[in-house]
């Protein structure tokens, strides 16, 4: 999918968890993405809040330009229903990162055809159980894992490879500055 964010849109980027802000804030803190850190609302990556907080807290400014609300989550499902006031004001783009963002260290590893086999449902389980990494899911060991930029937009690029996103749906991948 081509995600097209112009320079002057403000940017809202809500993260599922402390993993997807992790690759996000390493993302934005190497200039790796197709928007800045200035963009951002706050500029920061912002926790998943509910959809009337995030009206109350950021809809009721003013802005010159439409907010793009980039959604960093893994279900396809989970709406994000803003009222009918703000809706002409936002764009909200899902960024999927089905089944859970942990699938790029099974693509760092090369790992993705051994786990597609294995028979493990969750990559987190896969990651803990048989590649013997017991907190993949905290933020702290995701910064030191892909302490290398370039190893974490490799492995972005490796999973969008191995993987094929569904229904024009956006990834990480699209969201990269050099692809």
């Known amino acids: 999918m ?3 964010i112009s ?3 403000p940017i809202a980027c809500i993260c599922e968890g402390g993993a997807e802000t992790a690759i996000m804030d390493i993302l934005l803190d190497n200039d790796l993405l197709i928007f800045k850190r200035e963009q951002l609302l706050e500029e920061s990556v912002l926790p998943r809040t509910s959809v009337k907080e995030f009206e109350r807290r950021y809809l009721r400014m003013a802005f010159d330009q439409k907010i ?3 959604r960093v989550i893994d279900s396809r499902g ?3 229903n803003l ?3 703000y809706r002409c004001q936002v764009e909200v783009i899902n960024v999927i990162t089905a089944p859970e963002i942990e699938m790029l260290i099974i693509a760092s590893q090369k ?4 786990y597609k086999r294995s028979g493990v449902k969750k990559p987190s389980d896969y990651c803990k159980n048989v590649l013997g990494i017991k907190n993949v899911k905290s933020p702290k060991y ?4 892909f302490s290398n930029p370039k190893c974490l937009v490799d492995s972005i690029k490796e999973y969008n490879r191995v993987h094929k996103q569904k229904n024009n749906e956006a990834s990480l991948y699209d969201l990269l500055k050099d692809k």
Do not use: G, T
């Open 78 to 80: 989970e709406e994000f």
């Open 7 to 9: 320079e002057s849109n």
């Open 2 to 4: 081509k995600v097209k």
């Open 83 to 85: 009222s009918k006031a």
């Open 111 to 114: 790992k993705y055809d051994e």
């Open 68 to 70: 793009i609300i980039l």
């Open 142 to 145: 995701i910064k030191e894992y």
